[in-house]
């Protein structure tokens, strides 16, 4: 595999942001293999983790985080990609960091919308018109 993207992710329109990392498959690897990424938490605490199965056609990787909070602009977090085996052995180790150039206090505290239909959070917006500012909850430094 080789690292071909890496960012933060932020959607403003539902409150959340993402670690979200790209690869690509450079060699066949054994039918049954997975990825294993385990993301720094922002906010502190144990790394966030997520699996993925990879297909034997399948070139392209995306590896996204489940959603983070406290990420600060300028600060590298660091990210570690496992390729392995079906039966568990490691093929490969990635270890790289994600930097954001925003900190995550531009998102609302809470989303925009809500629903299929992307209608407006009542919680969010005043009289259904004016965005109200919700203080977004605290991270230490």
Do not use: H, W
């Amino acid at each position: 595999m080789q690292l071909t993207g890496k960012i933060f992710v932020f959607n403003y329109r539902l409150a959340y942001a993402t670690y979200m990392v790209t690869l690509d498959k450079k060699e066949p690897v054994p039918e049954g293999s997975i990825v294993v990424a385990s993301f720094e938490n922002p906010a502190g605490g144990e790394p966030l983790t997520m699996e993925r199965k990879v297909f034997a056609k399948q070139t392209k990787i995306v590896l996204e985080s489940p959603d983070v909070t406290c990420v600060r602009k300028e600060k590298p977090y660091s990210v570690t990609i496992e390729l392995k085996r079906p039966d568990g052995d490691l093929l490969q180790t990635i270890k790289t960091t994600v930097t954001s150039k925003l900190d995550q206090d531009v998102l609302p505290a809470k989303p925009l919308v809500i629903g299929p239909a992307y209608d407006k959070n009542p919680e969010m917006f005043k009289d259904g018109k004016t965005l109200v500012r919700i203080k977004p909850p605290s991270c230490n430094s």
